[in-house]
């Protein structure tokens, strides 16, 4: 059995983004009911935390926290494998050099500069991510994704991913995997009458940025999207990932067990796709693609 432990050490954050995940953050810059480090590494403990299990970091901004270096570092004696979800505009502004390869980073790019600074609502966003990105790849021996979410913006205003696939072109560093997802309906879009990306805009974006970063022998994830463009996958069988898997949920105020089996869309009841067709929100699984194989496994 796979144990995942999925902490929101702080609801601060430095982004405003347009369609942000979480409804309970500030978005001020500052930390905001942040999770003691103290009381971190307490729940930790008392659930005796092997090298077998996950540590999930999210926020609000991870590295908006008060103690985040004490708190990353406090976890390489365990040996767990940890991921931390960040925008990365604030990774260069710290020593991360003696996380190892246990430590993962995945980043949001929202496609070319333009709009990944009009989705985050922070002119110049973009320049500090991928300063935080060439820090982490450059300065740590950490795996660094990207994760590109196709969006209202890239669907209305690079219809065809060319400008997008160009800022890759000319710089946007890292080291693993890119994670191909789609924009989340969410309370803040819904709040800021932010348009829904369909499964068919979805798709046939994702297919271009598959096809592209297929070809540069990347490492690709795929999850809460739609893959019916890519004809070929439709009678693939993927190796299954085959742990059973446990989510633990925790932030400062609460503690609440996650089933990782949600309610699927209502398309893929007759979707030819629809064996293929994983959510990470719901599963924490996601659709590989390395070496020309498709495999089931973890975000």
Request: charged residues 25%; aromatic residues 12%.
């Amino acid at each position: 059995m796979k144990r995942i432990f999925y902490f929101n050490i702080t609801y601060g954050c430095n982004s405003n983004c347009i369609f942000c995940y979480s409804h309970n953050t500030r978005h001020s810059g500052e930390p905001y009911n942040e999770m003691p480090v103290g009381q971190f590494f307490e729940y930790l403990n008392g659930n005796a935390l092997s090298s077998d299990d996950r540590v999930i970091i999210n926020g609000g901004e991870p590295f908006v926290h008060t103690d985040i270096e004490k708190l990353l570092g406090g976890l390489i004696p365990y040996g767990c494998e940890v991921l931390v979800y960040t925008n990365g505009r604030l990774a260069a502004d710290f020593d991360l050099s003696r996380l190892n390869g246990n430590f993962r980073f995945v980043i949001p790019v929202h496609g070319y500069e333009e709009i990944h600074d009009r989705i985050t609502g922070v002119k110049g966003s973009y320049g500090e991510t991928l300063r935080g990105l060439k820090a982490l790849v450059e300065n740590t021996d950490c795996p660094v994704d990207v994760k590109l979410i196709v969006n209202h913006k890239l669907v209305s205003e690079d219809s065809d991913g060319a400008r997008t696939i160009q800022a890759f072109e000319n710089g946007i560093l890292f080291n693993h995997a890119i994670h191909l997802t789609k924009m989340a309906d969410t309370v803040v879009s819904q709040r800021n009458g932010c348009r829904t990306v369909t499964n068919g805009e979805a798709s046939r974006l994702t297919r271009i940025f598959f096809d592209y970063f297929r070809k540069r022998q990347i490492k690709i994830k795929i999850f809460d999207n739609c893959i019916k463009s890519m004809e070929w996958m439709k009678d693939c069988r993927p190796e299954k990932y085959r742990d059973g898997i446990e989510v633990y949920f925790k932030d400062r105020n609460q503690y609440r067990v996650l089933s990782p089996a949600g309610k699927a869309p209502d398309c893929r009841k007759e979707c030819p796709f629809a064996d293929n067709c994983i959510s990470a929100v719901d599963t924490y699984k996601v659709l590989e693609f390395f070496d020309n194989k498709l495999y089931e496994n973890l975000e």
